[in-house]
C-alpha cells in the first residue's frame, strides 16, 4: 500500500493510499489471480491520531477467479492488518472497540468512545459483541467455585462458576436449578473440590453427578447464618433490653400539651406494626397451611414475595419482626402544638443565652423519633443489634467490654428465660472454627456445639443446627479446608456493576460475553 497524500480537515485527518500488489489469491479456492477486473474506493476508520478522527480512503483492485468450478467469480484484494471483507474498521479499531464494549456495555462505551475520537454508537457497539466467539468450557477445573447472582431480583437468577485456583471465569448459566448444575458437570468432568454456599440446589447437584467430590460450604455464609439465627433469638426478647434512660439536659417531655393525648396524637406506632403483623401472619398461615404457594399467596393478599415468605417461616408474630424495613420517621405528635416562646423558657432554665434562641431546634434524634411506651416509663430500650455486639465471648474478648455492655448483658440474662445467647452454645465458639488462621480455635467439638444448641430453648438456633447437621460434611470442610467462595462473590459484586452499566436492558447473552470475555 501507498499512502498518495494526507488531509487535515478540521478535527478530522484522511490519508488517501491505493495498493500496490500485482496479484491476490482468491478467498474461495486460493488461486493465484492477475487479472484485474475493476477498481472502487474502500473508506475505513482506523484508531485516532492526536486527537483526530482518522479515515482512510484506499483504491483497491477486484480480480477475476481462473478457476472456473469456483463460487467466487470475482474477488477484492485485502490488506493483511488493514482490510478484513465487508468490514468498514481497521482490525485494531475494531479489537479497541470490542474491550471498550465488554468493558463499558453500549452506552457508556459510546459516550467513552466519542470522547477517544472514534464516534459510534450504542447498537455498533453491542452488535460487535454479539459476533464475537463464544467461550467454550472444556474440562471443569479441579477446585470449582459456583454461586448465584440475580438477573431480575427476586424473580430470575443465573449461576456462574469459576476456577478457584486461578480465579478464571470457566462458564456462565441461565438459571441457578439443581438439573441445570448437574448437566453441566456430567458434561465437564473433573472437579475435585467444589465452593459452594449452603443453597441446597448446589449440593444435590454435586452429589448427583459427581459424588467424589469434597463440597466446601462458604464460612463467610455460614457466619451470616448464624449471626440471623442470634439476631432472632435477641429480638424475641426485646422487652428484656430495657434499661434506665439517662437524664437529659433538657426535659422535652415536660412541655407537650395535654390536649395532645384528647387528639389522639399520641397514639403508639408500634401497637399498629403489632397489630399489622399479627393480621398479615394469620392470613399468611391460613392460606399457607393449606399447601398454596408463597407467589399465589403474594398474589392473593398483595404482599412481596420476599415478606410473605417471611411471615410463612416463622411460628409466631413475633418471629417475622425483623427485616420489618426502615421505620419511617416523623415528628413527635407533641411538637406540632411547641411554640417558640415555651422553647425559649426551657432553654433559659438552662442558663443559656438568649441570642438565636428563636432558630435553636431540637436535636434531632429527639425530634424525628416517634413516642414510644418505653420513653414514656423512664425506660430506654437496647437495640437488637446493639445487644449483639455487647455480647462478647468469655476469655480474652471480654476484656474488651464496657462496663456498660456487661450491664446490659447481666440484666438480659437475668431477665430473660432461656438467655438470648446460652453460653453453652455461643456463637463465638462457632466463630471461632470460622477461623482457620486461628490457632486456638478448636474444631473438634463442632458435634458439642451442635448438640448444645439444639438443646436450647431457642428456636432460630436449634433450626440453624438442624440445618448444618443436615450438611455437615460441607460445614465440616469448610472449616478446616483453606477454599471459600470468597472469589466467586467478588465476581458477583462484577457482575453487579456489568448490569448497571447495561442499565438492565442487555440480554443474557451479552451478560455471558461480558463476564467471560472482559479482562
Known sequence: MVVEEAKVDGDGVALVARTVTREAACPGCGAASGRVHGVYRRRL?????????????????????????????????????????FARRTPPLRRTLEKIALALAGRPAARLAGHLSVPTSANSLLRLMRRLPDKQAGAAPRVLGVDDFALKKGH??????????????????????????????????????????????YAEAVRTACPDAVQVADRFHLW???????????????????????????????????????????????GLRVIQRH???????????????IQVIAETLGLDRKTVRRYAHAATPDDASLATGP??????????????????????????????????????????????????????????????????PEGHLADHRTPRQDQRVQRAQAQTTPRPVPRAGGRHRLRARLRPDDDRAPRQDLDKWLSDAERTGLKPLRSLARGLRQDLEAVTAGLTLEWSSG????????????????????GFDLLRRQILLAD
Open 279 to 293: 393480621e398479615r401472619h394469620t392470613a399468611v398461615h391460613a392460606l399457607y397451611d393449606k399447601g398454596i404457594q
Open 327 to 392: 421505620s419511617q420517621l416523623r415528628p413527635d405528635p407533641f411538637l406540632l402544638s411547641l411554640s417558640a416562646p415555651a422553647l425559649e423558657r426551657g432553654l433559659h432554665g438552662l442558663g443559656t443565652a438568649a441570642r438565636g434562641d428563636r432558630r435553636a431546634r431540637l436535636p434531632r434524634q429527639q425530634a424525628d423519633r416517634p413516642p414510644s411506651p418505653a420513653r414514656d416509663t423512664g425506660q430506654r430500650q437496647t437495640r437488637t443489634r446493639q445487644a449483639q455486639r455487647t455480647d462478647r
Open 45 to 85: 476508520a482506523d484508531l485516532a491520531v492526536a486527537g483526530r478522527k482518522v479515515v482512510i480512503d484506499l483504491l483497491v483492485r477486484r480480480f477475476l477467479c481462473p478457476t472456473s468450478a469456483c463460487g467466487h467469480r470475482t474477488f477484492v484484494e485485502q490488506v493483511d492488518g488493514l482490510t478484513e471483507r
Open 224 to 270: 451470616k447464618n448464624l449471626c440471623e439465627a442470634v439476631e432472632k433469638c435477641v429480638a424475641t426478647h426485646r422487652s428484656c433490653l430495657a434499661e434506665p434512660a439517662e437524664t437529659t439536659p433538657l426535659e422535652v417531655t415536660a412541655m407537650r400539651e395535654p390536649e395532645a393525648a384528647d387528639r389522639g396524637l399520641l397514639e403508639p406506632a408500634e
Open 487 to 506: 472469589k466467586v462473590e467478588g465476581n458477583v459484586n462484577r457482575v453487579k456493576r456489568i448490569k448497571r452499566d447495561g442499565y438492565g436492558r442487555a
Open 156 to 201: 430470575v437468577y443465573g449461576m456462574i462458576i469459576l476456577d478457584m485456583e486461578t480465579g478464571e471465569r470457566v462458564d456462565v448459566l441461565p438459571d441457578r436449578t439443581a438439573e441445570t448444575l448437574t448437566a453441566w458437570l456430567r458434561t465437564h468432568p473433573g472437579a475435585e473440590i467444589v465452593c459452594r454456599d449452603r443453597a441446597s440446589a
